[in-house]
């Protein structure tokens, strides 16, 4: 399947868009060259970009926002998150105090600092709060004490301790000041996701036209009764050059929510999975810093013990929400991958992505098509196999 030796190796797979055999030749954690292969004999994975999930709060018992956090507990984060796919992805920091966030970000950064495969691995943080509305519903889970509205030299402050690496704020527009705030995000070069809002249309439009680029998890993080029209989800959706995050564990949105927001957005959207520390874990009854006793069942659903029917974050990886969207048939499997790797990455970019393009970094994922969906084989992360399925099934041996 693949061979290496210190900075070169090759891969053989079936392009997932179109299942023809490729090489592809890697060099120095590069994408060095792509060759189409006639059919070939037996089998072969299949070949696609890498995961690249632009919202994780933590992974496999690793809360990014609970002290203390370890440089090495963010590796081992990094570790698991490969194991399912995911070659890039963004720590997701919540509503807390300035101190805790700069906390919390100085150490992200000392990992990177110290594990290349961490620094290869993070694409940038995700700072989600603390601008965010005070509205019940709006506010989900954030601590109403802590949110507060935008202050740029508060900002600039986290910048700093997180070395730049602050490429997405999702905040609410409806704080005054928020245009202006935008606007210097923007410029500066950070994603600006409306999120956590109870903003009214006029607000939503100025925040646009201010340079917000992004909705976070549209349909979440809402009232649970709206007026029926305007509404700040009508809005959000109704401007085109907003794209939208949506999470897509299959618990969180009702189908006809997300077909509508495919059929709106069909070129601007994508998946998340907004995971939690929860995700990886075995089903059973946990407890939680923010929400008290959580139960994740065995259908991988994450509620609150002593109310179920309240969903309490989630529990599933990103792999899990591509194999939701294509297993129910929202998206096909190419559209539902795309809209976990190559569009989070266009967003970012600002030009659409060429997968398996020379030159690009060599994150990308060996995959079979089973009953149960999409499995990993093999993920390579900047030209280094970080997970390897056959080797991990020895090793339990
Ligand atoms: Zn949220």
Known sequence: MNQSNDNHMYLEGLDYRSGKLVHIGIRDGKIAEVIQLPEGKGKHPFIAPGLVDLQVN?????????????AS?????????????????????ITNTPEAISEALKVIISACHAYPEVNDAIGGIHLEGPFLSK???ARGAHDPELVRKPDWDLFLRWQEAAEGRIKIITLSPEWEGSEEFITRCSESGVVVSVGHTAATPEQIAGAVAAGARLSTHLGNAAHLMLPRHPNYIWEQLAQDTLWTTVIGDGFHLPESFLKVVFKVKPENS??????????????????S?????????PEGRLCM???PKLLAGSAQSLLWCVNQMAGKGLLSPEAAWNKASLKPMELLNGEPQIPFRKGLPANLVLFEQTEKGIEIVQTIRAGKVVFNQTKNEKDED
């Open 58 to 70: 933590g992974y496999g018992g690793v809360d990014f926002n609970t002290a203390p956090l370890l």
């Open 73 to 93: 507990d963010v590796y081992r984060a990094v570790q698991l998150l490969a194991e399912q796919g995911v070659t890039t992805f963004f720590p997701t920091l």
């Open 135 to 137: 509205e019940e519903g």
């Open 270 to 287: 994508i998946l998340i999975s907004d995971c939690t520390h929860f995700a990886g874990l075995p089903p059973g009854n946990y407890h």
């Open 289 to 297: 810093h923010i929400g008290g006793d959580v139960i994740l069942s």
């Open 305 to 307: 013990a002593d109310q």
